[in-house]
């Protein structure tokens, strides 16, 4: 088998081939062609034809692996590798033209994440790891900021699309953050979230209701990069526990915030 630094930059050049893809429909998109999973959950033709061309080609990587996607792929996890993928993540803003949106692409062994790779769009910036080998952005080292106050911090987070039945708790965290930080961003991915903390542009992010393929690939990227990933109870159940934390050395104060409300 090859390396992971080898499997994870293949990886890479498949992100990107599904990023050009992307991109070449948005140029000529159909609006019509829009699904509602929800109100403000939306689906393309573009989320499952970059899915089937993301699928076969990690097939040849590593034959015989599993596969968790958000989109048509059968959902199989009883094998010893599996790719947890989101072939648009960010699909509202795609629909409306809006940056960001991005590929998310994550390979786990076991109950392990050893590779992840995040192509953000309309950028063309490529960020990846592979486990115990740092993070990288356009073949760039990344890490997170060095600011440990949430005073000096700009913060990321998301907005629920179902499931508000906790909103009055989370609206106190955004109060909160909002009176005492630079400020609080919504990009609309989570992916693009997780690769902007790790690069240093943002200090934290924090989101609930989420699913693996939102936060896979992610989630390695900032801890290549040498942030801290947990949800919201400091635990390490960030991957499948549909809620997330992550950030550089101020995660204590953001985690002490989130604690105090949620």
């Excluded at 996607?69 to 010893?80: F, G, I, L, Q, R």
């Excluded at 115990?132 to 907005?159: H, R």
Aim: include cysteine; charge should be negative.
């Amino acid at each position: 088998m090859k390396s992971l630094e080898e499997i994870t930059q293949e990886v890479v050049v498949i992100a990107r081939k599904a990023g050009a893809f992307i991109a070449q429909e948005r140029a000529s998109f159909d609006h019509s062609k829009v699904e509602l999973k929800g109100k403000s959950d939306l689906v393309s033709y573009v989320d499952k034809e970059a899915e089937k061309i993301i699928v076969s080609e990690l097939q040849a990587i590593i034959p015989n692996s599993g596969f968790i996607t958000e989109e048509d792929t059968p959902n199989n996890t009883e094998k010893e590798y599996t790719w947890i993928i989101d072939p648009l993540d960010g699909t509202t803003n795609f629909v409306h033209n809006l940056p960001p949106y991005c590929v998310s692409i994550a390979l786990l062994k076991g109950d392990t994440l050893i590779s992840g790779v995040i192509h953000e769009v309309t950028r063309n910036e490529t960020f990846y790891a592979s486990k115990g080998s740092g993070a990288y952005m356009n073949d760039k080292e990344i890490k997170v900021t060095p600011v440990k106050t949430i005073d000096e911090s700009l913060f990321a987070t998301g907005f629920p699309v179902h499931n508000f039945h906790k909103i009055n708790d989370y609206l106190a965290i955004l109060n909160e953050l909002m009176k005492n930080s630079h400020g609080l961003r919504r990009q609309g991915s989570a992916a693009v979230d997780l690769a902007y903390v790790a690069c240093g542009r943002h200090e934290g992010y924090f989101e609930y209701n989420l699913n693996s393929w939102d936060v896979a690939a992610g989630i390695l990227i900032v801890e290549e990069a040498g942030g801290i990933v947990t949800d919201f109870s400091g635990g390490n159940k960030a991957l499948f526990g549909r809620e997330i934390i992550s950030a550089g050395p101020v995660y204590s104060e953001l985690l002490s915030v989130i604690k105090k409300f949620w």
